[in-house]
């Protein structure tokens, strides 16, 4: 059997031995996503896949911390988070990406372009507009809403309290509503 066939747990265990093959093919399946996840925090492309190449190499030298095989692709996205929101929070200056660099980065949204074009515009427009809420908003909804964490685990992304966590989505919920109506 030819890794690019086998199932995701027996490429970590060869991985584990320091199988350059295995570790392809393991780089080939989760990079997409982790760049993605990784933009959509620094909103810089050049920065992501700096983030994602570094999480990888964290990534494969403690794979032997990794308790459970069947959680590595929540473990790596922790690790690309956790390094994007540092890398993002280091960075003092930020420059900004145009709308449209953006929307070509996102392979792995759920959207389909050829099946409905009203809701493919809307959620485009959803996605620009959470792009000019301030930073500590913008990264809030994108980790809850896009990347799926609850408040417990973004609390600890963020080292704010679980209080403050929830106070931000709430604030920054009610911003993008806001920005979203004065359109209408």
């Not at 990264?139 to 600890?156: N, R, V």
Request: hydrophobic share 35%; charged share 25%.
């Amino acid at each position: 059997m030819s890794p690019t066939n086998q199932h995701i747990d027996s490429l970590i265990e060869l991985c584990k031995k320091g199988n350059q093959s295995a570790q392809l093919e393991v780089y080939n399946r989760y990079y997409h996503a982790m760049y993605n996840t990784a933009f959509r925090i620094v909103k810089n492309s050049f920065e992501a896949e700096d983030i994602m190449q570094d999480s990888f190499l964290t990534a494969f030298t403690k794979l032997e911390s990794l308790k459970d095989i069947k959680t590595f692709g929540g473990w790596l996205k922790r690790i690309v988070v956790n390094n994007s929101i540092h890398h993002f929070n280091k960075n003092s200056k930020y420059e900004d990406v145009p709308y449209d660099t953006v929307m070509y980065k996102i392979e792995d949204t759920d959207v389909d372009i050829n099946e409905d074009e009203e809701s493919n515009a809307q959620a485009k427009y959803v996605l620009k507009m959470m792009n000019t809420l301030k930073d500590s908003y913008r990264i809030a909804l994108t980790l809850h809403l896009i990347e799926g964490y609850d408040y417990e685990e973004m609390s600890s992304i963020m080292n704010v309290s679980y209080a403050n966590c929830r106070t931000t989505i709430s604030r920054a919920k009610e911003s993008l509503r806001q920005k979203l109506q004065q359109v209408v």
